[in-house]
């Protein structure tokens, strides 16, 4: 189970030891966590900022624990997850989220985008509460590319953290 850079990097290790490859873990391991570690260096940690990551499909949407690999990435930058496993936000519940009043909310679709997009609208968009979040007010309702997001990004996790940096320094 993959669920944050040190997994796949460890995982890594392990194959590229079996097959004698140990530049392959070098080039895909040691230099993209060279990289990582650089990334997360450029945003300051301010443990006060929060944020909510969603997951939307045509059919479902659901809130993203702090198990999901993605939630690692945001986590790594000192965010603090609304929906952590420790938190009650279990299910999607509007007055729960407007309550906690995340900072951020990151969005990644599954399935066909725009099928999944007319879902969170339906859903999200369209409940007047959910504009009064800052997330919302301030611009920081952000759409995840699925390549870093909804699948493991493996050998790009960098380009992941990067994407994450991008976002907090405009913001």
């Known amino acids: ?18 097959t004698g490859r140990e530049d392959l873990y070098e080039q895909n391991a040691v230099q993209v966590g060279e ?14 900022r929060t944020f909510l990551a969603l997951r939307v ?3 479902k949407n659901k809130v993203l624990k702090d198990d999901y690999f993605a939630c690692e990435i945001f986590r790594d930058f000192g965010l603090r ?14 007055e729960a989220i407007v309550a906690a009043n995340p900072d951020y909310i990151f969005i990644s679709p599954q399935g ?13 968009e369209s409940n007047e509460v959910w504009s009064s979040l800052d ?26 953290y990067e994407y994450v940096r991008d976002l907090l320094k405009e913001s």
């Open 1 to 18: 189970e993959i669920d944050s850079f040190e997994d796949y990097k460890s995982c890594m290790k392990e194959l590229t030891t079996l």
């Open 35 to 48: 990289r990582i570690e650089a990334i997360k260096a450029e945003v300051t940690n301010d443990d006060t």
């Open 57 to 59: 499909s045509a059919t």
């Open 81 to 94: 997850n609304i929906a952590g496993d420790d938190s009650r936000i279990d299910e999607l519940n509007i």
């Open 112 to 124: 066909k985008e725009s099928e999944a997009m007319e879902s969170y609208k339906t859903q999200f």
């Open 135 to 160: 997330a919302v007010n301030r611009g920081r309702l952000y759409t995840m590319p699925k390549d870093y997001f909804q699948y493991k990004p493996n050998a790009q996790w960098d380009l992941a």
